[in-house]
């Protein structure tokens, strides 16, 4: 079976400094990865997918940005963060032809002060 | 488009009485469903899931869900709930007609069960 790993598990930055939110996969070879935040403990907001190195959809025009440059690595990331960017953060691989369903990281809880 | 709506904010149950969770979704075609657990701080944990075949769908902790298509429903169910299992849970759906190669799950805005003793 598939784990993800993500880091940090917390993160308090200020207003205008870089992000990097680092996600690897164990288990599978060519995931489907994803990246969703979560506002306010409630609904998924997705974010960001890929199918492939170097591959990336973004789904919501926005201070972020993803990459891939690894197979089995998911990287979140920005240049200047908003206080709007606070959530948490969750990576999740899986969702291909094969796989029906996702599965989950434990999460990056990030604090924009 | 796909969408999902789980109707309630939360629910809540006494320990050892039965539980449903509710679901209702919207596909263009036929739907995968997904039920998923998060509890506080922590990703969001697999439950079930309904493809094909039997309309009743086990999953882990004793959990079962129930997909009727005539109804667009897929609400979630156990017979005997426990403290432990209070938490916010998720209801997904993906579009089978949607085959591309990074098909997208649709999640509802998520309802909290409260199990009290």
């Known amino acids: 079976s598939q784990t993800i790993h993500q880091w940090p598990a917390t993160l308090v930055q200020p207003v205008g400094s870089p992000l990097s939110l680092e996600c690897t996969v164990e288990g599978t070879s060519n995931p489907n990865l994803y990246w969703y935040r979560q506002a306010a403990g409630r609904g998924l907001q997705l974010l960001f997918y890929s199918v492939g190195i170097g591959q990336i959809s973004s789904e919501v025009p926005q201070n972020l940005s993803a990459s891939r440059p690894q197979d089995r690595q998911f990287i979140l990331s920005s240049k200047k963060l908003l206080l709007s960017d606070s959530g948490f953060y969750l990576c999740?691989?899986?969702?291909?032809?094969?796989?029906?369903?996702?599965?989950f990281g434990p999460g990056t809880r990030l604090t924009v002060t | 488009a796909q969408s999902v709506a789980q109707p309630e904010d939360q629910v809540n149950v006494a320990e050892g009485n039965p539980l449903t969770v509710k679901c209702t979704y919207s596909?263009?075609?036929?739907?995968?469903l997904f039920w998923y657990v998060q509890y506080p701080n922590r990703g969001l944990q697999f439950l079930l899931k309904?493809?094909?075949?039997?309309?009743l769908v086990k999953g882990s902790y004793g959990f079962e869900a129930e997909f009727n298509k005539s109804q667009t429903s897929f609400h979630l169910k156990k017979p005997s709930a426990l403290v432990s299992d209070s938490a916010l849970y998720f209801c997904a759906v993906r579009d089978k007609s949607n085959t591309g190669t990074a098909s997208k799950l649709t999640f509802g805005t998520g309802t909290r069960l409260q199990v009290t003793l």
């Open positions: 309904y493809i094909t075949g039997d309309n």
């Open positions: 596909v263009s075609g036929n739907p995968y």
């Open positions: 999740a691989s899986g969702g291909g032809l094969l796989t029906y369903e996702q599965y």
